[in-house]
């Protein structure tokens, strides 16, 4: 369990005393509230082990999109504050397996490590050694002469394999709460990402004017991308496979080839019909092929017009 839990708060509100104190052990990140890790990770331990095995295999509880099973508690988390926190609880066969192997071969490496520093004198031990072995010394104190397994915490850590939390103060389900995460998380990634496809390495511009408004719409395309980006992955998580015409750069590519020409009789028409591959991406964004012919049919119109007005 040892980088299982995310504790994210939406929206919420710093009681007043932790933050005249400056001791607040809320982490700011945007419009979330991250709680740090080692204040409240022995409190998310303990309403995980409440609940373990109520909601696991449940069908009611399975998430398919994100092959997890989740459950949700409401609880007041902090002393003198009313407001109760509502706890979303979830569990993963695949991330259990992997988390399990990871505990095992920690162990094995710690284990040969000590058997290495035995009948040796060491330095002491940091906390990871002595929270999964108990450490016999020679009366000198110094030179261990023996490492136990504390069975009971690698057991509990075996456990808690595949499980996590994420905390919010606004009500909502399990199911709601990791879609919100997951999908804020892509996000995330994604504005923190290197935007060298914009050219935020090179600005060329001759003045702050120009380069507030290059940075301006740079942000604009950056939110335009963003949002394409989350409507094809939903498409393609619909559909059940990935194609490579479904990223954004190959999308926007695939849809540039529909265009207006105009023809003999002086009317802008659509080049070519729509294919299917332009019709599955324009899907991912609600459009049809006939909202393309309408639209069409209406620059058409404009075009004509403009010319018979000259």
């Known amino acids: 369990m040892n980088e299982n839990f995310l504790k994210y708060f939406p929206d919420v509100n710093i009681p007043e005393e932790m933050d005249r104190s400056g001791r607040s052990p809320y982490l700011n990140i945007g ?6 890790k080692m204040i409240r990770e022995s409190e998310i331990r303990e309403i995980i082990l409440e ?4 909601f696991e295999t449940k069908r009611n509880r399975y998430n398919e999109r994100f092959d997890v099973y989740g459950t949700t508690i409401e609880r007041q988390l902090f002393d003198g504050e009313e407001q109760k926190r509502f706890i979303h609880i979830f569990y993963s066969d695949g991330r259990a397996y992997g988390e399990k192997q ?44 023996l490492a136990e397994e504390n069975t009971k915490a690698i057991e509990e850590e075996l456990s808690l394999a595949g499980y996590f ?25 994604l504005f923190r990402a290197d935007q060298s496809y914009l050219g935020n390495r090179s600005m060329r511009v001759g003045s702050d004017a120009a380069l507030s408004t290059k ?96």
Do not use: W
């Not at 609940?51 to 109520?54: A, T």
């Not at 909202?291 to 058409?300: F, L, P, T, W």
């Open 31 to 36: 419009p979330y509230v991250v709680l740090q």
């Open 51 to 54: 609940n373990m095995g109520s």
């Open 102 to 145: 990871e505990i095992k071969q920690r162990g094995k490496r710690l284990k040969a490590y000590l058997n290495q520093c035995v009948g040796r004198e060491c330095e002491s031990f940091g906390p990871e050694i002595q929270k999964y072995f108990y450490l016999h010394y020679e009366n000198d104190g110094r030179t261990p002469k």
């Open 165 to 189: 939390a994420i905390v919010s103060s606004d009500r909502m389900t399990a199911k709601e709460a990791i879609e919100r995460y997951k999908s804020r998380n892509a996000s995330e990634k």
């Open 215 to 310: 940075i301006f719409i740079q942000f604009l395309a950056l939110i335009l991308r963003c949002r394409i980006y989350t409507d094809l992955k939903d498409k393609c998580e619909a559909m059940g496979k990935r194609p490579n015409d479904m990223t954004v750069p190959a999308a926007l590519k695939e849809l540039e080839k529909i265009v207006m020409i105009r023809h003999l009789d002086g009317i802008y028409r659509l080049d070519h019909a729509i294919t299917k591959t332009q019709k599955t991406i324009l899907d991912s964004f609600g459009l049809t092929e006939a909202n393309v012919r309408y639209q069409a049919q209406e620059i058409g119109k404009i075009l004509q017009e403009t010319e018979e007005a000259r």
